[in-house]
């Protein structure tokens, strides 16, 4: 049997594989044929009785040679399960080809009888070998697993291959937006598509990516949310829309924060935010079945995910933690900057004379309200000075009828009580105009007088939401890192390839 020295890099292994193929092709057989039918995925073929006959695919994970017999284990989607390969069942020649020539990481069909051996190990009796797909680079570590975490993101498919908990991550991510979609869907709202690339980018207070269309022969932004778009649909007569898609934001990139990420935008007439807040509940009482267990171990602490969750008043808190009334910070729809300064000065809360009054605010409540939120709570009405697309509290101007939900001290949603005024919905963006200019705040939103135009043919009360799938998902699977959850974070270019 032809072997590769263990000591051979991956060059010389690249060769010795090739010359592997160049020996099948001589036998008259292709090692990379154009289809093949199984009859039974693995996890089926392993529900059947012994004597049954199938045909399973798989790439081959284990093999263990013992002379004139071969025991080997073929993997596929569904599950592992072992094959018993024997010179007199598949033929001198098929086994010397099979024995020499094929190693793990090769996709292979195998047809034969269920078996079960001594040990009760469900296994397939080969009567017939196909060769699917000849591999020429190893699998890593000898499929033991990637533990460098770059070279798991930078190379997923060998992270999914090698580690099965990576695939349980993206399947159960799978089944969790299936399940966002059929509450959407029960309650009679339609999936649709927004355009990626806008004329302006609005929606939310972030940095955009600017892109440039030749043709058009102008700047165009990437999308920083779907929310203006899925409004208009509102407008033009649906009882509810949403999107799960990609939105792009020029930040920063940490554990939290991919600059392409996935939400779910969802608007539906005659509802507010606390139908929003039902919404939150309903989603989480789904994952619950999907997980099979009402708690998650989620960095370092149990969260118990069964709903009903709890409202804490974000003015109430704010009173509680910094020993103001939240109103002495802010002045009718916008900030009383100078207040705002002097109470970050009295809590030691980091800030230059240049950080924007947004920001100051932000900090304040990360360091002194959100940072404790372990357990899912709805965190309700914030300040109108950052939220500018929703309706004010009834009698105070200064608020709005939003929440933030958080879990794991971590924000998954964000929901508004929809602002359908036009006249008061201008004026609020052209605070935030104000904003950009005065106090330099590049995240402040922008001006759309398309959407203000629109939203003068009338537009319904509704409850928005938005649901950060990424963050949800690093959640029910335990992960406090971003990129565990996205298939293929952006990372920096790696540096090897770069200069190829």
Request: charged share 30%.
């Given at each position: 049997?032809?072997?590769?020295?263990?000591?051979s890099?991956?060059?010389?292994?690249?060769?010795?594989n090739?010359?592997?193929?160049?020996a099948?092709?001589e036998?008259?057989?292709?090692?990379f044929?154009h289809?093949?039918?199984?009859?039974?995925k693995?996890?089926e073929?392993?529900?059947?009785?012994a004597?049954?006959q199938v045909?399973i695919?798989?790439?081959?994970?284990?093999?263990?040679?013992?002379?004139?017999?071969?025991?080997?284990h073929?993997?596929?989607?569904t599950?592992?399960?072992?094959?018993?390969?024997?010179?007199?069942a598949v033929?001198?020649?098929?086994?010397?080809?099979f024995?020499k020539?094929m190693?793990?990481?090769?996709f292979?069909?195998?047809?034969?009888k269920?078996f079960?051996?001594?040990?009760?190990?469900?296994t397939?009796?080969?009567?017939?070998?196909?060769?699917?797909?000849?591999?020429v680079?190893?699998?890593p570590?000898?499929f033991?697993g990637?533990t460098d975490?770059e070279?798991?993101?930078r190379?997923?498919y060998l992270?999914?291959i090698?580690n099965?908990?990576t695939?349980a991550?993206?399947?159960r991510r799978?089944?969790?937006?299936?399940?966002?979609?059929d509450v959407?869907?029960g309650?009679?709202?339609?999936?649709?598509e927004t355009?990626v690339?806008?004329?302006q980018a609005?929606g939310?207070n972030a940095?955009?990516?600017?892109?440039?269309?030749?043709a058009?022969?102008?700047e165009l932004y990437?999308?920083?949310?779907?929310e203006l778009p899925?409004?208009?649909l509102?407008i033009?007569g649906?009882?509810?829309?949403y999107?799960i898609?990609?939105?792009?934001r020029?930040e920063?990139v940490?554990?939290r924060?991919?600059?392409?990420f996935?939400?779910l935008e969802?608007?539906i007439a005659?509802s507010?935010y606390?139908?929003m807040?039902e919404?939150v509940?309903?989603?989480?009482?789904?994952c619950?079945?999907i997980l099979?267990s009402?708690t998650?171990e989620y960095?370092?602490?149990t969260?118990?995910?069964?709903?009903?969750?709890?409202?804490?008043?974000?003015p109430?808190s704010?009173k509680?933690?910094t020993g103001?009334?939240i109103?002495?910070v802010l002045?009718g729809?916008?900030?009383?900057?100078?207040?705002?300064l002097?109470?970050?000065?009295k809590l030691?809360?980091e800030c230059?004379?240049?950080?924007?009054s947004?920001?100051?605010?932000?900090r304040i409540?990360?360091?002194k309200i959100l940072g404790?939120?372990?357990?899912?709570?709805?965190v309700?009405d914030?300040p109108?000075a950052?939220t500018?697309?929703a309706?004010c509290?009834?009698?105070?101007e200064s608020l709005?009828?939003?929440?933030e939900?958080?879990?794991?001290?971590?924000?998954i949603a964000n929901a508004y009580?929809?602002l359908n005024?036009?006249?008061?919905q201008?004026?609020?963006?052209v605070?935030q105009?104000?904003?950009?200019?005065e106090?330099n705040?590049?995240?402040?939103?922008i001006l759309d007088?398309?959407?203000?135009?629109?939203m003068?043919?009338g537009?319904?009360?509704?409850?928005g939401?938005?649901?950060?799938i990424d963050r949800?998902?690093?959640?029910?699977?335990g992960k406090p890192?971003?990129?565990?959850v996205?298939l293929?974070p952006?990372?920096r270019?790696?540096t090897?390839?770069a200069?190829?």
């Amino acid at each position: 049997m032809t072997t590769t020295p263990p000591n051979s890099g991956i060059n010389d292994i690249v060769t010795h594989n090739y010359s592997k193929i160049k020996a099948i092709r001589e036998k008259g057989i292709d090692p990379f044929p154009h289809r093949f039918k199984p009859t039974h995925k693995i996890a089926e073929a392993s529900k059947l009785p012994a004597d049954t006959q199938v045909i399973i695919a798989g790439r081959m994970m284990l093999m263990r040679v013992m002379g004139k017999a071969t025991f080997a284990h073929l993997k596929d989607g569904t599950g592992k399960m072992q094959i018993y390969v024997k010179k007199d069942a598949v033929g001198e020649e098929a086994y010397e080809l099979f024995r020499k020539q094929m190693a793990v990481g090769d996709f292979l069909g195998v047809e034969g009888k269920l078996f079960l051996t001594h040990t009760g190990e469900l296994t397939v009796n080969a009567e017939k070998i196909t060769v699917l797909s000849k591999a020429v680079r190893p699998l890593p570590e000898k499929f033991h697993g990637l533990t460098d975490a770059e070279a798991r993101y930078r190379e997923r498919y060998l992270d999914l291959i090698s580690n099965d908990e990576t695939r349980a991550i993206f399947v159960r991510r799978a089944q969790i937006v299936a399940a966002i979609r059929d509450v959407l869907n029960g309650r009679g709202c339609l999936e649709v598509e927004t355009p990626v690339l806008c004329a302006q980018a609005g929606g939310a207070n972030a940095r955009p990516f600017i892109t440039f269309h030749n043709a058009y022969r102008y700047e165009l932004y990437m999308r920083i949310a779907t929310e203006l778009p899925l409004k208009k649909l509102l407008i033009g007569g649906f009882d509810g829309a949403y999107e799960i898609g990609r939105v792009f934001r020029n930040e920063g990139v940490d554990t939290r924060h991919n600059p392409e990420f996935t939400t779910l935008e969802a608007y539906i007439a005659y509802s507010d935010y606390n139908g929003m807040a039902e919404f939150v509940e309903s989603v989480f009482e789904r994952c619950i079945k999907i997980l099979g267990s009402e708690t998650i171990e989620y960095n370092g602490n149990t969260i118990n995910l069964k709903p009903p969750f709890k409202r804490l008043s974000l003015p109430d808190s704010w009173k509680e933690k910094t020993g103001e009334d939240i109103h002495e910070v802010l002045k009718g729809k916008g900030f009383n900057r100078e207040n705002l300064l002097k109470l970050a000065k009295k809590l030691h809360v980091e800030c230059a004379s240049d950080t924007t009054s947004a920001k100051i605010f932000d900090r304040i409540m990360d360091e002194k309200i959100l940072g404790a939120l372990v357990q899912p709570t709805f965190v309700m009405d914030y300040p109108t000075a950052i939220t500018p697309l929703a309706k004010c509290k009834t009698g105070d101007e200064s608020l709005v009828e939003r929440f933030e939900f958080f879990a794991g001290t971590e924000e998954i949603a964000n929901a508004y009580s929809e602002l359908n005024d036009p006249e008061d919905q201008k004026s609020r963006l052209v605070e935030q105009l104000r904003q950009q200019k005065e106090e330099n705040n590049g995240e402040a939103d922008i001006l759309d007088k398309d959407f203000i135009e629109a939203m003068e043919y009338g537009m319904p009360p509704m409850g928005g939401i938005g649901i950060g799938i990424d963050r949800l998902c690093m959640l029910m699977n335990g992960k406090p890192s971003i990129r565990e959850v996205i298939l293929f974070p952006l990372l920096r270019p790696d540096t090897d390839t770069a200069k190829q």
